[in-house]
């Protein structure tokens, strides 16, 4: 039974190479197995070779079915987060609006912004604003760290012509 576990955990490639190769010798004519000195081998072991390639070329069907299901539903959520990104972006309130035009504004896209208030906490939630490295030296007085406005940001604006003329500079 383990070894049938192990069999299972075969990459898709070997999986592949198996379920061809025990088709072949279970569907081949005989003329073309005897040429191969494999006759008696598919004779004695014919049900562990039909066994091999029942399995492995159902486990190759579920991981096809598998890599198409997760494809385009990739495609689906990734649609969804896009909507999601743009609506939020239409919806922002004034305050957020400035602060966009502000990224916008530096060559970089990079500002010192307090870590400690709402609107900033709230961009950073919504990944359209993150901090620039890992480790800050910070005044706990005026707490302040660098952000950088996240790309998709300046790509939403310039493919929608509303959120160009929301945050037009």
Same mark, same amino acid.
């Given at each position: =039974?383990? &070894?049938? *576990? /192990?069999?299972?955990?075969?990459?898709?490639?070997?999986?592949?190479?198996?379920?061809?190769?025990?088709?072949?010798?279970?569907?081949?004519?005989?003329?073309? *197995?005897?040429?191969?000195? =494999?006759? /008696?081998?598919?004779?004695?072991?014919?049900?562990?070779?039909?066994?091999?390639?029942?399995?492995?070329?159902?486990?190759?069907?579920?991981?096809? =079915?598998?890599?198409?299901?997760?494809?385009?539903?990739? #495609?689906?959520?990734?649609?969804?987060v896009? $909507?999601?990104?743009?609506?939020?972006?239409?919806? !922002?309130?004034?305050? #957020?609006? !400035?602060? *966009?035009?502000?990224?916008l504004? $530096?060559?970089t896209?990079?500002? $010192?912004?307090? +870590?400690?208030?709402?609107?900033? *906490?709230?961009?950073?939630?919504?990944?359209?604003?993150?901090p620039?490295?890992?480790?800050? +030296?910070?005044? !706990?007085?005026?707490?302040?760290?660098?952000?950088?406005?996240?790309?998709?940001?300046?790509?939403?604006? $310039?493919? &929608? /012509?509303?959120? #160009?003329? #929301?945050?037009?500079?």
């Amino acid at each position: =039974m383990k &070894d049938f *576990i /192990e069999f299972l955990k075969l990459p898709p490639n070997i999986l592949g190479a198996l379920a061809i190769a025990s088709g072949f010798l279970l569907f081949l004519p005989n003329r073309i *197995i005897k040429k191969l000195y =494999m006759l /008696e081998f598919r004779n004695r072991y014919g049900f562990v070779i039909g066994v091999v390639f029942v399995v492995s070329l159902a486990i190759l069907v579920v991981l096809l =079915m598998s890599k198409v299901y997760h494809h385009f539903h990739d #495609k689906k959520v990734a649609k969804k987060v896009s $909507e999601g990104q743009i609506k939020y972006l239409k919806n !922002m309130n004034q305050e #957020k609006v !400035m602060i *966009i035009k502000a990224f916008l504004r $530096e060559s970089t896209h990079t500002l $010192e912004l307090p +870590m400690n208030n709402g609107l900033i *906490i709230e961009l950073q939630h919504y990944f359209v604003i993150t901090p620039a490295g890992q480790n800050h +030296m910070v005044d !706990m007085v005026n707490p302040h760290i660098k952000y950088f406005l996240q790309p998709w940001v300046g790509e939403k604006i $310039e493919t &929608d /012509e509303e959120l #160009k003329n #929301k945050f037009a500079i």
